[in-house]
């Protein structure tokens, strides 16, 4: 089955920076063809939506807590999605995931809120972002 997997996170210092990789574990899944999102949940919190990236990487949605601070990007040759994030603070810690669905060729500000687990095609486990001094 074919499953994305998330690296990248890790413990950062406020103002620090990561940067995550999205990328297909399994048979080769050609994310290029898919919209992608970066999704995070913190512990006692709802899930939320970072960004998110059209399958023609037109128009990427951010959230407006990371405006600014975070770009979402793809390297097709490498069949990966990026995160990058900057000026991290203690309110980014959480658990950032990426998950694929499909799209028109661009994506709304709606791709921001998580639709349920069936309206992916693949999503990953995660990978942990704590920032803390």
């Known amino acids: 089955q074919v499953q994305l997997v998330e690296s990248g996170g890790g413990l950062v210092q406020p103002g620090g920076s990561l940067k995550l990789s999205c990328k297909a574990s399994g048979i080769p899944l050609a994310l290029e063809y898919y919209a992608v999102g970066w999704f995070r949940q913190a512990p006692g919190k709802e899930r939320e939506g970072v960004s998110c990236i059209s399958s023609e990487d037109k128009g990427p949605q951010y959230a407006d807590s990371v405006k600014g601070r975070f770009q979402i990007s793809r390297d097709k040759a490498k069949d990966t999605v990026y995160l990058q994030l900057n000026n991290l603070q203690p309110a980014d810690t959480a658990i950032y995931f990426c998950?694929?669905?499909?799209?028109?060729?661009?994506?709304?500000?709606?791709?921001?809120?998580?639709?349920?687990?069936?309206?992916?095609?693949?999503r990953g486990q995660g990978t942990q972002v704590t920032v803390a001094s």
């Open positions: 998950a694929t669905f499909g799209d028109w060729g661009y994506v709304t500000p709606e791709c921001l809120v998580y639709q349920g687990d069936s309206h992916y095609h693949h």
